[in-house]
């Protein structure tokens, strides 16, 4: 087995660690000049399919930023094909699918999914990685039963979620009976990655913030707890994650999950008086990646010293990288996180 630095993990499971560990959500693609290149000659479909160039693509941010996690390339829906899902990634738009999912018998013709034949490119590049080339954990993830499910109803991006939602309180067996199959896809799809060498997994539920709580107790909750209590198993870090959530943070702290990620909307000293014992992951804005630096800092500096109160924080953002991002201002931004983390635990701890 090779020898990683497991900074991040020991983060993950509470422990206090000589710096704060970082890693960035969509720090694989996006702004760097490599994989940009390497666009305009694949698509994202095209790259995962080439393990060779995905773990190169996945490695990219890990010798760029010198982050201490890598984040495997591919997208939430990869998965959804072998389920049956006829899905494109469309440049500009994101994932869209030509068959959307709106009664019963479209829920009950999905198919179960199997990680050996319909997704052997992605473990292939997961045991490349883990097995030759990381000296790092990488995190394996996949998207949540409602955001998947919003994809599939929707039948691409959404402002609203007007038919996810209409279809949730409308027909709620065939919810539940949905929910159940993205479950069983999602746990043999993360147990598979993590066999193949994943050492931790995020579950992003991206979309779930648009659900009020009582909606999120009744038609989430239940699943959310079921994927965690059957990972469990794996024994490795398991992160939760949303996007415009805040009003579900104390919900996703009841699951059994071991971090929670946390948007920018909710600062870490608040999570932390609302009663957020739990490892916390984020969450600087990352739209002030394209702000002036002195402001960078000043942001970063105080997300550390929250982080830093209780034992337990991996720094990231508090959603993705933006393409227009430059790339020397992560690499400096993780410069910064390391050497202030590191400078604030000797001075206090
Ligand atoms: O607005 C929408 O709903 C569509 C978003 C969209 C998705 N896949 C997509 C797009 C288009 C795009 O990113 O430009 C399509 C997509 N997914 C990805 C890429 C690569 C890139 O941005 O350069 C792309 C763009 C590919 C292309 O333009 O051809 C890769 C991806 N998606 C994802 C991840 C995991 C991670 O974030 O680290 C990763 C891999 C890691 C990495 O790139 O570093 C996860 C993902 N994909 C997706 C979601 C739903 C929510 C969201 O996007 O914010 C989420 C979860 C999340 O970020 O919260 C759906």
């Known amino acids: 087995m090779r020898k990683i630095n497991d900074t991040l993990l020991r983060a993950a499971r509470g422990e206090r660690t000589a710096y704060t560990p970082v890693w960035y959500m969509r720090q694989a693609g996006r702004s760097q000049p490599e994989y940009r290149k390497i666009k305009e000659k694949y698509s994202l479909e095209e790259i995962t ?12 941010p890990v010798q760029n930023y010198n982050v201490d996690a890598a984040i495997l390339y591919k997208d939430i829906v990869t998965p959804l ?19 959307p999912i709106r009664s019963t018998k479209d829920v009950e013709a999905l198919r179960e999914f199997n990680p050996e034949e319909h997704v052997p490119f992605v473990l ?18 996949a998207g949540a039963p409602f955001t998947l499910a ?12 007007s038919l996810t939602k209409s279809f ?15 479950a069983d896809m999602i746990i043999v799809d993360i147990k598979a990655q993590v066999g193949a060498g994943a050492k931790a997994f995020q579950i992003f ?13 009744i038609f989430i909750k239940p699943v959310m707890t079921r994927i965690f209590t059957e990972l469990k198993e794996l024994d490795v870090p398991m992160i939760t994650f949303g996007v415009g959530a805040s009003h579900l943070a104390m919900d996703w702290h009841d699951l059994p ?62 959603h993705g990288v933006f393409p227009s991002v430059d790339p020397d201002v992560l690499k400096r931004l993780t410069t ?14």
């Open 257 to 318: 999950v071991d971090v929670i990620g946390l948007d920018w909307r909710l600062p870490i000293k608040e999570a932390r008086a609302m009663g957020m014992t739990k490892p916390v992951q984020g969450n600087l804005d990352p739209t002030l990646l394209l702000a002036d630096w002195s402001v960078i800092e000043e942001r970063t500096k105080a997300i550390i010293d929250q982080g830093l109160e209780i034992p337990g924080h991996i720094f990231n953002l508090g």
């Open 49 to 60: 399919h080439q393990p060779e160039l995905c773990a190169y693509v996945t490695h990219l």
């Open 124 to 141: 292939d590049t997961i045991k490349i990685l883990t097995e030759e080339q990381l000296d790092v954990p990488l995190i394996g993830f």
């Open 168 to 182: 949730m309180v409308s027909e709620p067996q065939a919810w539940f009976m949905l929910m159940d199959k993205l």
């Open 150 to 161: 919003s994809y599939m109803i929707e039948g691409g991006p959404s402002r609203n979620y």
């Open 205 to 217: 539920d991206s979309w779930v913030g648009a659900l009020d709580k009582e909606d999120y107790r």
């Open 336 to 349: 910064l996180i390391h050497e202030y983390s590191a400078d604030q635990v000797k001075a206090r701890f």
């Open 81 to 99: 094909p072998g389920m049956g899902v006829d899905v494109k990634i469309k440049a500009g738009i994101g994932p869209v699918i030509s068959n």
